[in-house]
Each structure stands twice: as C-alpha cells, then as structure tokens.
C-alpha cells in the first residue's frame, strides 16, 4: 500500500510505502492516510476525516473558529501540521476509533509504529492536551 500525504506549504507531497493492506474500517489497524488538513485532523484514503481526540492544535489561517476565540496562531499552526504529515509518514499508522464530533469526524487516537501522534506533537510544544 502507498501512503500520501498531502499538505500545504513548503513540506508539499509525501510518501510512503507501508507493508499491509488497507483495513481502515476496523477499530485498531493499519491506515493509508490521504491528507493533513491541520495539526489534529486528518482524512484516510477512504475519505474518513479522523479528529484526534487528544489533543487541540492551534486553527490555520481562514478558520471560522478564529472568530469565536479559538487558538489561532497561524504560524504554529502550520508547524503543527508539518510536524503531523512528517510523523505519519514515518512509519505504520494505527487508528484507534472512539466516537464522532459535532462536525460529524471521527474522534480517535493516532499512532505510528505505537508512538502516540498527540503526545508526540504535545512533546514539541505543537499541540496541548484536549480533555
């Protein structure tokens, strides 16, 4: 299976290639991730838009959440997603499905190769923990 990852700035496309199929729709497996829309949403190859769950990472520019007080530092923001494209594609990523949001995503947590994608960006100061 090939993992792509599609984000903009200066990190632009990236791959990967991964051992396995593509099983998405189980609770806790392998994933082709599609594209990182900001440091805490993602969608799979499928079109599954995935809401980390742990974490909150700042809004990118044109958020209508920057309007209603939301963490809106642009320019973290796009380290914060960068960060999360290059995590992801570092290694296997394992989906662990817990709920859905009022935007209708799917809330779960992230991990490559075991390493929690949410702790990982908390550790860099990219991200803070969201109860």
């Known amino acids: 299976m090939v993992f792509v990852i599609a984000v903009g700035g200066s990190l632009g496309w990236a791959a990967h290639t991964m051992l396995g199929g593509n099983a998405t729709s189980r609770p806790n497996a392998s994933a082709c991730i599609a594209n990182v829309h900001d440091g805490d949403t993602i969608r799979t190859c499928d079109g599954e838009r995935i809401r980390i769950s742990n974490i909150d ?5 044109g958020s209508p959440k920057c309007r209603r007080g939301g963490w809106c530092d642009f320019g973290l923001a796009e380290q914060s997603r960068d960060e999360l494209a290059v995590f992801l594609a570092s290694g296997t990523v394992t989906i ?7 935007y209708h995503r799917t809330l779960a947590t992230v991990a490559v190769n075991g390493q929690d994608a949410g702790e990982h960006l908390i550790a860099r100061s990219l991200a803070r923990p969201w109860l």
Request: aromatic share 0%; net charge positive.
């Open 57 to 61: 990472a700042p809004e990118m520019r």
């Open 96 to 102: 662990a499905r817990s709920g859905t949001d009022k």
